[in-house]
């Protein structure tokens, strides 16, 4: 069963740019997650979706950062305008359904200067 | 609010010892819990889970333990090896609602000396 796919791997902007990291879940999982993971920290929860709806949303920071998932299947998160704290690996996951445990991508390793 | 946090942020084992990671969490109505582990460069791999409605599962060579009434899980890992060594986070769901969120711990790091 092949994995979530993420990229870029890597990205490094200059702060005030935009960015946009592209996933592409397991076949047939109903539930989306992305997470910003800080060095040294557990991941934080941006946004998960429910096919094609957004279950939760509470901590992305809107006013920069927004997210979507295409016909229920890939998801897209941009962040516009960059800042220097937004440096961080973005993960994204995927799960069957609600409620159950959730399978990794490799992550996005983001570096804003 | 919601929050799952662990006890330890280091722990350092000889290798073949038996290893013990905490974790507390303060969501009553949790009732789903994963443990997952995280190799540099790497994203979290599912090691275990376990439902409120059990106190103990084990796995190869892993067993997770839940006491409900303090609110804590732990992560047994018997015979630890130098590839055990990595970032182990907790994370808690609630496996019969509608609107579960996955939320995670801050981490123990596990150090597997030879």
């Known amino acids: 069963e092949a994995g979530v796919a993420q990229s870029p791997r890597y990205k490094i902007i200059e702060k005030r740019q935009s960015v946009a990291f592209w996933c592409n879940p397991i076949?047939?999982?109903?539930?989306l997650y992305w997470y910003q993971q800080i060095l040294g920290q557990g991941p934080k929860l941006l946004i998960q979706?429910?096919?094609?709806?957004?279950?939760?949303d509470s901590q992305l920071p809107k006013d920069r950062f927004s997210a979507e998932r295409l016909k229920g299947v890939d998801s897209t998160l941009k962040i516009q305008p960059a800042k220097l704290e937004d440096s961080a690996v973005y993960l994204c996951?995927?799960?069957?359904?609600?409620?159950?445990?959730?399978?990794f991508g490799q992550g996005t390793r983001l570096t804003v200067v | 609010g919601e929050s799952v946090g662990l006890h330890l942020p280091t722990l350092s084992v000889q290798e073949g010892d038996n290893s013990i990671i905490n974790c507390a969490y303060s969501?009553?109505?949790?009732?789903?819990f994963i443990w997952y582990k995280q190799e540099s460069g790497k994203g979290p791999q599912f090691i275990i889970d376990?439902?409120?409605?059990?106190d103990k599962r084990q796995g190869q060579r892993v067993t997770v333990l839940l006491n409900k009434t303090v609110k804590h899980l732990s992560l047994q890992i018997a015979a630890t090896q130098p590839g055990d060594s990595a970032v182990y986070f907790c994370?808690?769901?609630?496996?019969?609602?509608?609107?579960?969120?996955?939320?995670f711990g801050q981490g123990t790091t596990l150090q597997v000396k030879p």
């Open positions: 996951a995927s799960s069957l359904k609600q409620g159950r445990h959730a399978f």
């Open positions: 076949s047939g999982h109903a539930t």
């Open positions: 979706f429910q096919n094609n709806g957004v279950v939760d």
């Open positions: 969501n009553s109505a949790s009732d789903y």
């Open positions: 376990i439902r409120s409605n059990m």
């Open positions: 994370a808690e769901n609630s496996y019969s609602s509608n609107t579960g969120k996955l939320i």
